[in-house]
């Protein structure tokens, strides 16, 4: 009987751990960037403004129900790459989707219609069975007149963008060192996961320091998969797996190879850059 029960229990955490409701929210709001606020809309997972995006992990086979609210005052939707969508959520109306997950990998997510993603509403999901430590990087680059102009619903000439502002997972350096997302910390020896995305219109380059990373996954440069780099290029819309194994002990900065992307209302140092802290 007491085994029976224990079975049961078993079963019982297996069935709620298969399973995980997500609410997310549409929100816009405005994200400092040094210079004058640059409008931004995100995917957050309460009903507040939050310049980050949310960043979704799962574990692998787990069902997962998006309940979408958008809070914005036009029609916008929710796509996970590769695995479905929401089309349409009218503003302040709510959308569910749910989603099994029995394929680990680092996936885009999007507000599919027209160029929304532009408007900041691109962020990343990783479904994953590792057990060690796992990072995250969202490169996006903002373009208020864009911006301005898809949400206000004008025009803007797609052959001229100039983005006023460079941020990883929201956030432009120094910010960077205390997004616990994306600031590495490891040992030497360690077998580290990082997930990047280039949420962006224009390529970036992420140039590690220190270090060269072995490619697992790559959404678009398929042919980088099994390479050592210390440099890649990520394409506009690309999710990337990488995995660091650190032969040093040391503190390294991650950073854009595109060197305007390092600036805040154009002075340097700022913008995509991220560190790694790596103890012996
Ligand atoms: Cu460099």
Redo the contacts with the bound molecule.
């Keep these: 009987m007491r085994r029976l029960l224990f079975i049961g229990l078993l079963l019982f955490s297996l069935v709620v751990s298969a399973q995980d409701e997500v609410d997310v929210y549409i929100v816009e709001g405005k994200v400092d960037a040094g210079g004058p606020k640059i409008p931004f809309f995100t995917f957050n997972t309460r009903d507040q403004f939050d310049s980050t995006n949310a960043i979704f992990t799962f574990p692998l086979g787990i069902a997962v129900t998006f309940n979408v609210t958008n809070l914005v005052d036009f029609t916008c939707g929710f796509e996970v790459r590769g695995w479905g969508s929401i089309d349409a959520i009218p503003s302040n109306e709510s959308r569910s989707l749910t989603l099994t997950f029995d394929e680990s990998g680092t996936f885009l997510v999007q507000d599919p219609i027209g160029d929304h993603r532009a408007l900041g509403l691109g962020t990343m999901l990783v479904v994953s069975d590792f057990d060690g430590a796992e990072y995250y990087g969202v490169f996006n680059e903002h373009e208020p007149d864009w911006i301005e102009a898809i949400a206000e619903g004008g025009s803007y000439n797609r052959n001229i963008y100039h983005p006023d502002a460079f941020t990883i997972n929201g956030f432009g350096f120094p910010r960077t060192k205390s997004d616990a997302r994306s600031m590495i910390m490891g040992n030497v020896g360690d077998t580290i996961r990082v997930h990047m995305l280039n949420a962006g219109q224009m390529y970036h380059f992420p140039?590690w320091?220190g270090y060269h990373v072995t490619i697992k996954k790559a959404s678009h440069h398929k042919n980088y998969i099994g390479w050592s780099k210390d440099s890649y290029g990520l394409a506009p819309g690309e999710t990337m797996m990488v995995e660091l194994v650190p032969d040093k002990p040391g503190r390294y900065p991650i950073?854009n190879?595109n060197l305007v992307t390092t600036t805040v209302g154009g002075n340097y140092p700022g913008g995509m850059m991220m560190h790694m802290h790596i103890h012996e």
């Design positions: 140039h320091h950073h190879h």
